[in-house]
């Protein structure tokens, strides 16, 4: 896992979105980081730095000239153990000295004094956000390497409506994530499928299935994460959309037969994990059905299959499909293997402990269609996504080998 272990530094500037940066340190310290936070001036007058240092368990950093902190922390020390440094909230004026190089705080000075990646989330007032000065400096700092995440549009502190609002905790998470990640899949288009869709019965009622679209976002954040460009097509769920990947939005199995066969022209790999429903209500009635008109039955036809199409004008790219099962997990999967003309195909008993729809975590086997398998042990969905594309890393680089999967003995 790139937190594990890993040294972040989080700096804080001065501004009401202070708050939001106490569970940004909590998430990386949930998630294995060691966190170093170096606050400014301004920063201590929205939130003290007890708070970081308790969420951290790690002294905090305020002042280049206190001698304890000089020799305990040491700014040079922080700079060089520093794996990856975000600051949020990052201040209009923090990006302009960032941009100008000028180092007269503590915060300051570490940022010029390191060399580890540099993730910014902005935070001010919209006018601020759009004003020409600030524009160029992000630029700049875009242009020397930095990774911007946000600002995110809304309702700002300041009383104003627009876009300034601190990313979320979450998608700055993401985005250290993804500054530490190697980036193997950088070059490869990755096309997506997650959810449940929807068939309506009419305007009120509808067949559906249990996906919450858990496993395909995770592929698709974690796609994104190790470089690829990645559009995800998402049938109905509750999650939000991950940061930096297309999102394409449908609601039925024809919707999504579109959006995917549009996406999947540019696209060099395509993981199906969508639950899409086999078959529709052939008549969807135009009115809500009563409850006295008694329906003896509801007759249904078949969606077009989305896999199958694709696996007519193949190409190079790697289809890569599921097969949520709940008997005969491996005889089934490798079947819809065959029958799809899949590369590889990712067999999922939805009754195994732990591998639930909506769960975190996933009990699955990979087959390829080399016939070679692995039996993978329970794992997180996130984890479970990176042995799908640590495979589409071995297949795409071994030119001409086929890539093989250890034998399950
Ligand atoms: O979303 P979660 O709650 O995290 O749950 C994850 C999951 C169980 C939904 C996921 O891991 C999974 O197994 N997805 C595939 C579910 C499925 O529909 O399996 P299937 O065996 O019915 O379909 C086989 C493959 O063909 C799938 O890749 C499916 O996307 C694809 N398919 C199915 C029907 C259809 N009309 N067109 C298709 O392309």
Not at 223 to 231: C, F, H, I, L, N
Not at 232 to 251: E, R
Not at 257 to 286: G, L, W
Request: glycine share 8%.
């Amino acid at each position: 896992m790139p937190l594990d272990g890993r040294t972040v530094v989080v700096g804080v500037s001065g501004g009401i979105a202070c708050y939001k940066a106490c569970e940004l340190v909590r998430l990386l310290v949930g998630a294995g980081a060691r966190v170093r936070a170096v606050m400014t001036a301004a920063a201590q007058r929205f939130v003290t730095p007890l708070t970081f240092q308790t969420l951290a368990g790690q002294p905090v950093a305020t002042d280049t000239f206190d001698l304890t902190q000089e020799s305990e922390i040491g700014h040079i020390r922080l700079a060089d153990e520093a794996d990856a440094v975000a600051i949020a909230p990052a201040t209009a004026n923090v990006i302009a000295k960032l941009a100008a190089g000028i180092a007269d705080d503590l915060l300051t000075t570490v940022l010029l004094a390191t060399r580890a990646p540099l993730v910014l989330a902005p935070a001010m007032n919209v006018h601020m956000w759009e004003h020409p000065t600030v524009q160029e400096n992000v630029a700049r700092l875009v242009a020397r390497g930095a990774r911007v995440v946000g600002p995110a549009s809304g309702s700002l502190a300041c009383g104003y409506e627009g876009t300034g609002r601190l990313a979320s905790p979450e998608d700055v998470v993401e985005e250290i994530r993804h500054v530490l990640t190697p980036q193997d899949l950088a070059g490869e288009r990755v096309l997506v499928s997650a959810g449940a869709t929807q068939e309506p019965i009419d305007p009120v009622r509808y067949l559906s299935n249990r996906s919450s679209g858990k496993m395909g976002f995770a592929v698709a954040r974690v796609a994104r994460r190790r470089g690829a460009d990645v559009t995800l097509v998402v049938g109905t769920t509750a999650l939000t959309p991950p940061a930096g990947v297309h999102t394409v939005q449908v609601t039925t199995g024809e919707e999504m037969a579109r959006a995917v066969q549009a996406a999947a022209a540019s696209a060099t790999v395509v993981v199906m994990a969508a639950a899409v429903a086999d078959y529709r209500p052939r008549h969807p009635s135009e009115h809500k059905v009563k409850k006295s008109a008694r329906p003896a039955a509801l007759e249904l036809e078949p969606n077009p299959d989305i896999l199958r199409r694709l696996a007519t004008r193949k190409g190079r790219r790697v289809l890569i499909g599921f097969a949520a099962e709940t008997e005969h997990v491996v005889r089934e999967a490798r079947r819809k293997l065959a029958e799809k003309r899949l590369d590889l195909i990712v067999g999922n008993d939805v009754t195994a402990p732990g591998a639930a729809f909506g769960g975190d975590t996933n009990v699955v086997h990979l087959i390829d269609a080399a016939g070679e398998e692995q039996a993978l042990p329970l794992l997180s969905k996130e984890e479970v996504a990176d042995r799908i594309l640590d495979w589409v890393v071995a297949h795409r680089s071994a030119a001409t080998r086929r890539p093989t999967l250890r034998r399950v003995r």
